[in-house]
């Protein structure tokens, strides 16, 4: 669009309520399976377990970024912050220019459940860590740049309150209205186990013998086509043969006595020409003859 900084710029879209809180209740199951948190580029080698939850809500009253670097350490989720210092780097084209001039990758994320914490004072300085309220949980923070699994750090109050929020599959949200946790479609995700289970393979058909599809030959160029598709093809082409090697053959002898004619010598040439030419005159001489009698 033209000039994009201008106010009439559509910079928001609007999207289903059901389909944005399908996208969060995804995200946040999504920031529980270690092999999606790990696939997103995340340290957590040394972290005990996947969702971390910190139990003692002192972590709430954090004021000091030294606090927040040692509680960080305490958890070991230090070594995530540290890849984001490394990959902190110079933007790349005009877009320095514009306030945005460095670009790096996203560290943990802390879910916490109080309002206006002062921790969020505490890790505001710390690169690539984000905060979040529980109530207020923002999907470009859960799945940045739409890729899920990102590592996440919940305060013990923060969990208990998903259930208040997004319910279960036992009973609804009691804080929106008749809205239930989306079943899964597959409850066992391990889909190679589900096929290699005696269950499954009791039942199924055995293995299908490959069907060779016949590879298609041009009849242009394969001889043994074209005599199936025309049986008389085969005995054009070797009369086709025959013929140019006549006229090939009667080429060379044509050549051949051209260059004999060449290699005679000067003065037989000189005869052969003045013979000739003498000729011409007698038989001019007698036509000359014959039109003046009559």
């Not at 490394?86 to 005009?94: E, H, L, S």
Request: glycine share 4%; proline share 4%; no cysteine.
């Amino acid at each position: 669009m033209f000039a994009p900084t201008k106010t009439y710029r559509r910079w928001h879209r609007k999207v289903n309520k059901n389909q944005k809180r399908y996208a969060i209740v995804s995200a946040l199951s999504a920031s529980a399976t270690t092999a999606l948190v790990f696939a997103r580029g995340h340290r957590i080698e040394q972290i005990p377990e996947v969702p971390l939850i910190v139990s003692n809500d002192t972590i709430l009253d954090l004021e000091k970024t030294t606090q927040a670097i040692k509680l960080l350490k305490t958890l070991n989720a230090y070594a995530d912050v540290e890849r984001v210092k490394n990959t902190r780097k110079i933007r790349a084209g005009k877009g320095k220019l514009r306030n945005r001039r460095y670009t790096q990758r996203r560290g943990p994320l802390i879910i916490y459940h109080k309002k206006n914490a002062p921790m969020a004072k505490a890790f505001r300085n710390i690169p690539g860590v984000d905060l979040l309220e529980v109530s207020r949980l923002n999907l470009l923070l859960l799945a940045p740049g739409g890729h899920i699994g990102r590592f996440i750090i919940w305060t013990k109050g923060a969990i208990d309150q998903l259930d208040r929020l997004y319910g279960n599959y036992k009973k609804p949200s009691s804080d929106k209205v008749d809205y239930r946790l989306p079943f899964a479609k597959v409850v066992n995700s391990d889909l190679a186990r589900v096929i290699n289970s005696d269950e499954i393979q009791s039942v199924i058909r055995g293995r299908r013998k490959q069907r060779r599809v016949p590879r298609k030959k041009n009849p242009l160029k394969n001889i043994g086509v074209l005599t199936r598709l025309n049986p008389y093809a085969k005995s054009a082409r070797r009369v086709a043969m025959r013929q140019s090697k006549r006229n090939h053959e009667k080429i060379v002898k044509v050549k051949k006595a051209s260059a004999e004619k060449k290699k005679l010598p000067f003065t037989d040439k000189a005869k052969a020409g003045a013979a000739k030419r003498k000729e011409a005159r007698k038989s001019n001489g007698a036509f000359k003859k014959l039109l003046l009698s009559q």
